[in-house]
């Protein structure tokens, strides 16, 4: 059996989908994890796991749940990638690791996705060495959903963190990744584009910006999205735009403030509620408006970065996530599973090259870096 035919049967198989998690790269170890993997499991009946770390751990807790006892194959791995290891450490010696052999799984084909709680910037090494860039990707980049005025809920923003430096024709791959996961994600059939920079005057911004702008304009009338030209950071929450595109510092940037924000107005409510026994009464009488608004700013929902561009679907989950914010990194991965993302991005990358349209050559009608 070739490696894509496995790859096939843990996707499609009696319906089911396969996930491969990394049980130990969390700060707190793998009893979130696997706290989260139950609640995964009781909503997403199809959903079945490997996991990789301590088996003798991991047995102890699994069998605690009575809804993962026949749905998890764990797989051994005594290390531990720590979130102070340097990549190139990780990648030379990290063989024997939980995050390891989450990554395998998946090269394997015996798993669709991997979930990992880790260090990023290892996660994000082992990944392009194990699972390999999709050709004509650079550098693959951190997709994130960010809760938005759309009908949907939410837009899509990446780089958010894979690589701090991102030229032109970097921001027109992200733009093109981005119009691909929006469409396999959201259900939107032709995503406007944004590209984040400082003021939306066409004289504003880097360089690099300004090249990419013209690419991704020319892009849009090929690849069939809608490009709205520079967005602020005002936009990112709007209605005017479905995708954002930036590079990986200013993207993890925005994200950790968003999040941050949100916990922080989160705070604010609870506090301002329990101030005095009128304003507790007045949050009885608002209680269910209040659970609907704590819902739709909790960070832990919208918990998972999704790496495109590789070979094969990695979501990273943040590594202080609870078993919210885990379980919510689980059903994002099942539905990546379900939708073949990898194979539906090589196809879009690989029918824009086979007319002449690929993104380098789109870029290099616009001038090179300085």
């Given at each position: 059996?070739?490696?894509?035919d496995?790859s096939?049967?843990?996707k ?5 989908v396969?996930v ?10 793998p009893?979130p994890?696997?706290?989260g993997?139950?609640i995964?499991a009781?909503y997403n009946?199809?959903?079945r ?5 301590d ?11 009575v809804?993962?006892a026949?749905?998890?194959e ?5 290390g531990?990638v720590?979130?102070?290891?340097k990549?190139s ?15 395998e799984a998946?090269r ?6 991997c979930v ?11 990944s392009?060495?194990r699972l390999?860039k ?7 980049a951190?997709a994130?959903l ?12 990446l780089?958010?963190?894979a690589?701090?430096?991102a ?10 990744m981005g ?6 994600g959201?259900?939107?059939?032709r ?14 911004g880097r ?6 702008h013209?690419?991704i304009?020319?892009a849009?009338?090929?690849a069939e999205f809608?490009?709205?030209?520079y967005v ?6 709007s ?8 590079d990986?510092f200013?993207?993890?940037v ?6 941050g924000?949100a916990t ?6 609870r ?10 009464f007045a ?5 269910t ?5 704590s819902k739709?700013?909790?960070p832990?929902?919208v ?5 495109l561009?590789?070979?094969?679907s990695v ?6 996530a609870d ?9 994002l991965?099942s539905e990546?599973g379900r939708?073949n993302l990898?194979?539906?991005?090589a ?6 090259d ?5 993104p ?6 616009y001038?090179?870096q300085?």
């Amino acid at each position: 059996m070739t490696r894509s035919d496995k790859s096939e049967l843990s996707k499609t198989a009696a319906g089911k989908v396969v996930v491969s998690v990394d049980a130990m790269g969390g700060d707190a170890g793998p009893g979130p994890v696997v706290a989260g993997m139950a609640i995964a499991a009781k909503y997403n009946p199809d959903l079945r796991f490997t996991v990789s770390g301590d088996e003798e751990e991991l047995a102890r807790l699994i069998s605690r749940r009575v809804n993962l006892a026949d749905r998890c194959e764990i797989r051994h791995a005594e290390g531990v990638v720590t979130m102070d290891e340097k990549p190139s450490h990780v990648m030379r010696h990290g063989k024997g690791t939980s995050m390891w052999s989450a990554i395998e799984a998946v090269r394997d084909g015996d798993a669709s996705v991997c979930v990992s709680l880790g260090n990023t910037g290892a996660l994000m090494a082992l990944s392009m060495v194990r699972l390999r860039k999709l050709a004509g990707v650079n550098r693959p980049a951190i997709a994130c959903l960010w809760p938005s005025r759309n009908p949907g809920g939410f837009n899509v923003m990446l780089d958010a963190g894979a690589d701090i430096r991102a030229d032109s024709e970097d921001l027109l791959q992200y733009a093109l990744m981005g119009v691909s996961y929006a469409r396999i994600g959201l259900g939107l059939n032709r995503p406007r584009v944004g590209l984040l920079n400082v003021g939306t005057e066409e004289h504003k911004g880097r360089a690099e910006l300004k090249i990419a702008h013209d690419s991704i304009a020319e892009a849009a009338r090929i690849a069939e999205f809608e490009f709205v030209g520079y967005v602020e950071g005002g936009d990112m929450p709007s209605d005017r735009v479905d995708v954002i595109v930036t590079d990986g510092f200013t993207g993890n940037v925005a994200l950790k403030t968003g999040e941050g924000t949100a916990t922080l107005i989160r705070e604010f409510l609870r506090a301002a509620f329990a101030y005095s026994p009128l304003s507790r009464f007045a949050a009885l009488l608002a209680y269910t408006s209040l659970r609907r608004l704590s819902k739709r700013i909790d960070p832990r929902r919208v918990n998972g970065g999704v790496f495109l561009g590789l070979n094969g679907s990695v979501v990273k989950s943040h590594g202080s996530a609870d078993a919210t914010g885990v379980a919510a990194a689980l059903k994002l991965a099942s539905e990546l599973g379900r939708a073949n993302l990898p194979e539906r991005l090589a196809a879009r990358l690989a029918s824009l090259d086979a007319a002449g349209h690929s993104p380098l050559k789109i870029e290099q009608r616009y001038g090179t870096q300085a």
